[in-house]
């Protein structure tokens, strides 16, 4: 039963450089998400898909770019990285509204 | 701007009493209302849902939902070290598989 897995777990980016966090997941849902996770915040929404080549803006796209070329994959493209972009980042894909989440991506922008 | 509000503690119980999280949301057209449980350094993890006024159980744990009141709550019953955590309350509107994510209330349960 593997469910949604991401990688990496942990990652150091240095200001400027790009990076691709991978999110696959063997449900076969049609909703996935990305979502981030601040010290002390809840979760915001970067992008969500709701099948394969369909995907859209979440509450706090800036700085990042998603594709959607298969049911599985859903990996989130980090593009110039910034130091406000470190977070916890959580991918999650969902049946009847019910999120099953992955194991989380720790990134530290320096 | 939809919102969902949570006080976030921490909620310090001693164990085998009852632990009471509160939440509000902004958005008078939600229709679905989620309870996730996140553990340091785990991801969240889906405890319980509702969708109607009233009471919903599952073992010791009950979620309450007032619509008119644009609330909802989590009731742990016999608390347990164990569920020392951070239990977050999420919102879904009609049609929209987005949910709106509270902050969390941290809960310690003192043995």
């Known amino acids: 039963n593997a469910g949604v897995t991401q990688t990496p777990k942990f990652r150091i980016l240095k200001i400027g450089q790009s990076m691709t966090l991978q999110c696959a997941q063997d449900?076969?849902?049609?909703?996935m998400y990305w979502y981030r996770q601040d010290p002390g915040m809840g979760l915001k929404l970067i992008y969500y898909?709701?099948?394969?080549?369909?995907?859209d803006k979440g509450e706090v796209p800036n700085g990042y770019n998603v594709s959607r070329s298969t049911t599985e994959d859903f990996p989130l493209r980090l593009e110039l990285a910034a130091p406000s972009q470190t977070s916890v980042y959580f991918c999650?894909?969902?049946?009847?509204?019910?999120?099953?989440f992955g194991s989380g991506t720790q990134l530290s922008v320096l | 701007q939809k919102e969902v509000e949570q006080n976030s503690g921490p909620l310090s119980v001693p164990e085998g009493a009852i632990a009471s999280l509160n939440c509000t949301y902004s958005?008078?057209?939600?229709?679905?209302f989620f309870w996730y449980r996140q553990y340091s350094g785990k991801s969240p993890e889906l405890i319980m849902s509702?969708?109607?006024?009233g009471d919903k159980e599952d073992g010791r744990f009950t979620a309450q939902l007032n619509k008119a009141s644009q609330y909802v709550s989590l009731l742990i019953r016999d608390s347990q070290p164990s569920d020392s955590a951070t239990y977050l309350c999420?919102?879904?509107?009609?049609?929209?598989?987005?949910?709106?994510f509270g902050k969390g209330t941290k809960l310690s349960v003192i043995p």
């Open positions: 509702i969708y109607s006024n």
């Open positions: 449900m076969n849902h049609n909703y």
């Open positions: 999650a894909s969902s049946y009847d509204e019910k999120l099953f």
């Open positions: 999420a919102v879904g509107g009609a049609g929209s598989y987005q949910l709106t």
């Open positions: 898909s709701v099948g394969a080549g369909i995907t």
């Open positions: 958005d008078r057209g939600s229709q679905s």
